[in-house]
């Protein structure tokens, strides 16, 4: 009887569940709208999953983020966007079917940018600082990247330090001081200007000279170099520039640079002025350079074919010659002056060279002669004179009238000479052109080339002198050389050359030695 019980119990059990699974509705399909989603950084909102069939038993979704650090999604449908990027949002159902929505998080862009002046002062020094800051809307726009530039980054300087946020420095005051800062974002832009003010010079100190090679500070002489500086305070000040000078340029003189220059004997104090537009603050420095006194001049003509004579220097009209005067010691303190005499000469100007004043430019300005010194006067300007005599040097300049043309007047002659001594001479004399000329005529006797080798009296020299008879040497006087007996002499063939520097030559004419005591005297041999 409990056996039967027992199985009409389960029977009806089983009854039962067949009957409750035919009432089930399964889930056929979910679909999620929208299926793609742009969100700004921030933005929420929800996606709706619609199941299919909508009167299904089980209603239960599940959602679901690919990646919830870019956005998240909560189980309501409710997606957050945090970051830049993309995330695909599932909804799923209890029996496994799902679909999904593509979520892309995009910048959110500023609409506005201001700069907040409340940090920058109306004024402020060299070398001081503030910060800059700006308003940025929306405040959770996405780039808040500001990019900052000045319009004068000699003036003031700026440079990012966060986003939004800048440190400007004070440079120095130039012009006005004024400088744009501005502030950039996309297309976005605002400015501010600053205005650095100018720092005054207060105080100015002389720094110890800083001699050149050899230079001693308390014994300075002619030529000596050494540069003085300056201690400016403040450090920052806006213009620290000096303006130095001498107040004797005819002991020193002083560059822009402080480098001083010893031009003579005396005291001289250099002061250092400051260049500020606001302040005149100075400072001076005494030095004394002792006299040494010049014991020797010499004139240099230039000419470096007169052989070491520098007393006498030709040139011709319009010639321009360099004279350049060497003083012992060269460090003297004593001063070097040129001059012409007579003063009242047209023959000659000098013009001296402004970057080398012991060098002079001497110009040949017409016919004469005149002398041109070099003389040294002390610190006062009087001659410097040592054991009564003047340290000084002259060269005589003569100008001469250029020849174009010479001619030797006479033809082919003959000059005598004897075995016991006896000589005749001969003259000969030049033509010039143009017939007032006034350089002097040089002569030279040459072996005659055509003479014979083997002849009596043939000799590899030419066997005659020749002595001018004025001082322009137009005309000389050809005299036989005699060895004692005439054997060297007697036949000698020389041919006479007149000339004037190596363009103007004239023609050559013969010359023969003769024995006086041929019976007959024969004519010279034509000159070729």
Not at 49 to 72: F, H
Not at 297 to 309: K, L, M, N, P
Request: aromatic share 4%; net charge negative; hydrophobic share 40%.
């Amino acid at each position: 009887m409990k056996r039967l019980l027992f199985f009409i119990l389960v029977l009806a059990g089983l009854v039962s569940c067949v009957e409750t699974l035919d009432s089930l509705i399964f889930v056929e399909g979910v679909e999620v709208t929208p299926s793609n989603l742009n969100l700004q950084v921030g933005g929420r909102e929800q996606i709706k999953a619609t199941i299919v069939p909508s009167n299904a038993t089980d209603l239960t979704l599940t959602w679901k983020s690919s990646n919830a650090s870019v956005v998240s999604v909560d189980q309501d449908g409710f997606v957050t966007a945090h970051a830049l990027g993309t995330a695909t949002i599932s909804a799923m159902t209890s029996n496994n079917i799902s679909d999904q929505c593509s979520v892309t998080v995009i910048p959110t862009p500023a609409n506005s940018l201001e700069i907040n002046e409340t940090g920058a002062p109306s004024g402020f020094e060299s070398g001081e600082t503030f910060t800059l800051t700006t308003t940025i809307r929306p405040s959770d726009a996405t780039n808040k990247k500001v990019v900052w530039t000045s319009s004068h980054p000699d003036i003031a300087t700026v440079r990012s330090i966060s986003d939004g946020a800048a440190e400007v420095t004070a440079v120095r005051y130039v012009g006005n001081g004024r400088a744009t800062i501005v502030a950039t974002l996309g297309d976005l832009r605002d400015q501010v200007v600053v205005q650095v003010a100018m720092t005054p010079v207060t105080s100015i100190d002389v720094l110890v000279a800083v001699p050149g090679e050899g230079v001693v500070m308390n014994n300075l002489m002619m030529g000596d170099t050494f540069t003085l500086g300056v201690a400016v305070l403040p450090d920052n000040a806006t213009n620290p520039d000096v303006t130095w000078v001498s107040s004797n340029d005819d002991v020193a003189v002083i560059d822009e640079d402080g480098v001083v220059t010893v031009v003579g004997a005396g005291t001289v104090y250099f002061t250092a002025t400051s260049d500020s537009d606001t302040t005149k603050v100075d400072s001076s420095v005494t030095y004394t350079v002792r006299p040494v006194v010049a014991t020797g001049v010499s004139i240099d003509d230039g000419d470096d074919e007169d052989e070491g004579d520098d007393d006498y220097r030709l040139l011709l009209i319009n010639g321009v010659a360099t004279f350049t005067a060497t003083v012992e010691p060269a460090r003297t303190t004593d001063r070097l002056r040129w001059k012409v005499l007579p003063a009242s000469t047209t023959a000659i100007t000098i013009e001296p060279d402004e970057d080398d004043p012991q060098s002079i430019t001497v110009r040949a300005g017409g016919d004469g002669k005149a002398d041109v010194v070099a003389y040294m006067v002390d610190e006062a300007g009087n001659n410097r004179i040592i054991g009564g005599k003047a340290i000084a040097d002259t060269v005589r300049v003569e100008v001469a009238i250029p020849a174009t043309e010479l001619w030797i007047n006479e033809g082919n002659k003959a000059v005598y000479v004897d075995g016991q001594g006896g000589q005749e001479t001969t003259t000969y004399s030049v033509k010039l052109e143009p017939s007032n000329a006034t350089q002097t005529v040089e002569w030279r006797a040459e072996k005659n080339p055509d003479s014979d080798p083997t002849g009596p009296g043939y000799t590899t020299e030419p066997w005659v002198t020749i002595t001018p008879n004025n001082q322009q040497r137009t005309e000389v006087t050809i005299t036989a050389a005699h060895d004692g007996d005439g054997t060297n002499t007697i036949g000698s063939q020389v041919r006479l050359f007149a000339f004037i520097g190596e363009s103007v030559i004239s023609q050559g004419v013969v010359v023969k030695v003769i024995d006086t005591s041929l019976a007959v005297v024969p004519e010279p041999e034509p000159a070729p």
